[in-house]
């Protein structure tokens, strides 16, 4: 028989619902005799593919190339609002600032290369400037420390809105 098919996975909550059977009883027995899972980074995904590596990826819109197929009805959107990405924005001497005028520099998760895609555009499109753009770990308080402006993906961002009240006091 051929080898199972290698698929590049993510182990956020956005994507469990695609990964549920891989995981749980009574298909992932079975499913395992014809797939096998590695979990790594959502920028790491498009790289496994084009290598080689992986014959199945979720991979941000960001990475996709000529080179790679689109799995038709299989994607991860929202039809509302996406807390799965936040932008947060220090204070500046405990005050509000726009985003504008605030940030000068921003961090950027080293998770998603998409996150810096999205912090360009953001910047750019909606507000007219261009800061500074730092990778760094998916750490809001290490973030802030650093830059004017954390942005956040995944599951890390879901955990900065529970956390919001620690990062202000730490930060602030």
């Known amino acids: 028989s051929s080898h199972p098919v290698r698929v590049a ?17 009574p298909l992932a027995a079975k499913l395992a005799e014809r797939y096998t899972l590695h979990y790594t980074k959502p ?61 000068r520099t921003s961090a950027a998760d080293t998770a998603s290369r998409s996150s810096l895609a999205y912090t360009k555009i953001l910047f750019r499109k909606f507000l007219g400037t261009q800061p500074d753009l730092i990778q ?6 290490a973030m802030l420390q650093q830059a004017d402006a954390a942005l956040l993906i995944g599951d890390p961002a879901l955990l900065a809105l529970e956390a919001r009240d620690q990062i202000e006091q730490a930060v602030g």
Request: aromatic content about 4%.
């Open 9 to 25: 996975a993510i182990n956020f909550l956005n994507p469990a619902p695609l990964m549920w059977d891989f995981e749980h009883p």
């Open 43 to 103: 920028a790491l995904c498009a790289d496994e593919l084009l290598a080689a590596r992986a014959d199945l990826g979720l991979i941000p819109i960001a990475e996709l190339t000529p080179d790679l197929a689109i799995v038709p009805g299989c994607t991860i959107a929202s039809l509302d609002r996406v807390r799965s990405i936040q932008l947060i924005v220090k204070l500046k001497d405990g005050k509000q600032q726009h985003a504008r005028e605030a940030v």
């Open 136 to 141: 760094h770990p998916a750490d809001p308080i």
